[in-house]
């Protein structure tokens, strides 16, 4: 009862704010400002998912499943961190979450194109992809760590010019190692669709390393224990968001809120902490 008589007041808080709202931007019309703030609570009070998606009533996020502990499969199932954080974020805005699972470097075009409404992958806020869409607030740190054979040579970063490094096909890892300034002289980039593939590379002496984000990595290299391990290096310091569309603001606004809620409640971190420090 007390929660029930909490929630009506936030209701009748929030329908009074919109009120508010409508009123200060209707001050100009002449006498119209009541029709408008009945609009306006009307609208808003009724539902609790005011925001705009590519489909009524759900929230359809753009991943690649491969890509643990932030997305992978569990029999026919996306699970992980990113899957957890997009059920919540949905529910809270009234949602059902729809995953479509992608190829890395299509996740930002199904957002762009209006396929998807989000990409939430363990996506790093970088400057090239906010060109085309914006991020949300960040969600969690990373960077770029380098994984090799149990007998490998390479023992840092420094060691890896020369060698045949693998990553996944337009990531962070991908930039990190191709572009010339950041000082890897790599004799090739081998591009996979995951880091999996990329493994397999490495473990058959395919490839003599494989750069990828750390906790991916770690999950790589606690697969093959006796073959493969991560180095303690990190290679770069990166920030995870999730990809919105740019012409949908109301739904970054309303993923944000979501967010810090989950911040402020601690159901953020109690998310992460089932996937990361399990050791
Ligand atoms: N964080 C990396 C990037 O954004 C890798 C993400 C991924 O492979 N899912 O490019």
Do not use: H
């Amino acid at each position: 009862m007390k929660k029930f008589v909490k929630f009506m007041s936030l209701l009748v808080a929030g329908t009074m704010l919109l009120g508010a709202v409508g009123c200060g931007s209707s001050s100009t019309d002449n006498g119209g400002s009541e029709e408008t703030t009945a609009e306006a609570s009307g609208a808003e009070g009724s539902g609790t998912a005011s925001v705009k998606t590519v489909q009524e009533g759900k929230l359809i996020w753009a991943t690649n499943a491969e890509f643990a502990p932030y997305e992978y499969m569990e029999g026919s199932e996306v699970v992980g961190i990113d899957a957890e954080i997009a059920d919540a974020i949905a529910a809270k805005l009234g949602l059902e979450a729809q995953v479509e699972n992608m190829d890395f470097d299509a996740i930002i075009s199904s957002v762009t194109s209006g396929k998807a409404d989000i990409g939430l992958a363990g996506m790093t806020v970088d400057p090239d992809r906010l060109n085309n869409v914006n991020f949300s607030d960040t969600y969690v740190e990373a960077g770029q760590a380098i994984v090799v054979t149990t007998d490998s040579d390479i023992k840092s970063a420094a060691d890896l010019s020369g060698k045949i490094i693998g990553v996944q096909r337009g990531t962070t890892g991908d930039e990190y190692v191709s572009k010339a300034e950041n000082g890897v002289n790599p004799a090739s980039v081998e591009r996979y669709g995951s880091g999996t593939d990329a493994a397999q590379s490495l473990i058959t002496g395919k490839i003599d390393a494989i750069v990828i984000d750390n906790e991916p990595a770690k999950k790589i290299a606690e697969a093959s224990p006796d073959k493969l391990v991560k180095l303690d290096e990190t290679l770069t310091s990166e920030e995870y968001a999730i990809a919105v569309d740019k012409n949908n603001t109301e739904l970054l606004d309303a993923i944000n809120t979501a967010l810090q809620e989950m911040k402020d409640s601690g159901e953020l971190q109690a998310i992460l902490d089932k996937y990361l420090n399990e050791e």
